[in-house]
């Protein structure tokens, strides 16, 4: 299966910026594809939401709490989602998942949702 591993959190004043960085990797050699990716965010005792999703295509969605300061993009050639956030608050503190629809396999095909196991974003006021 793929395994998506997040990078970049870390503790940051108001009005400052992070960029989150998540990398797909297939361990065992089998083909894969990726149709979209998907950052969420966990904040303390609240369930977990999505923040910010991008198709293969290019084509972006954003939570209305995130537009105009989070920007996602993808690398399609190296697997990687990048979530580049700007402007942060302290209500932005929450751990970060990334997600992936990946679709394994080539004769047989095997669609499935990938997670990652989180990064820690804090945002001190």
């Known amino acids: 299966h793929v395994q998506l591993v997040e990078s970049g959190g870390g503790l940051v004043q108001s009005g400052g910026s992070l960029r989150l960085a998540c990398t797909a990797s297939?361990?065992?050699?089998?083909?894969?594809?990726?149709?979209?990716m998907s950052w969420y965010q966990e904040a303390p005792g609240k369930q977990r939401e999505l923040v910010a999703t991008?198709?293969?295509?290019?084509?972006?969605n954003y939570v209305d709490s995130v537009k105009g300061r989070f920007t996602i993009s993808r690398d399609n050639a190296e697997n990687i989602v990048y979530l580049q956030m700007t402007s942060l608050k302290p209500e932005d503190t929450a751990v970060y998942y990334c997600?992936?629809?990946?679709?394994?396999?080539?004769?047989?095909?095997?669609?499935?949702?990938?997670w990652g196991q989180g990064t820690q974003v804090s945002v001190s006021s």
């Open positions: 997600n992936a629809e990946v679709v394994s396999g080539s004769l047989l095909k095997l669609t499935y949702a990938a």
């Open positions: 991008i198709n293969n295509d290019g084509t972006t």
């Open positions: 297939e361990n065992s050699g089998a083909t894969f594809t990726i149709n979209y």
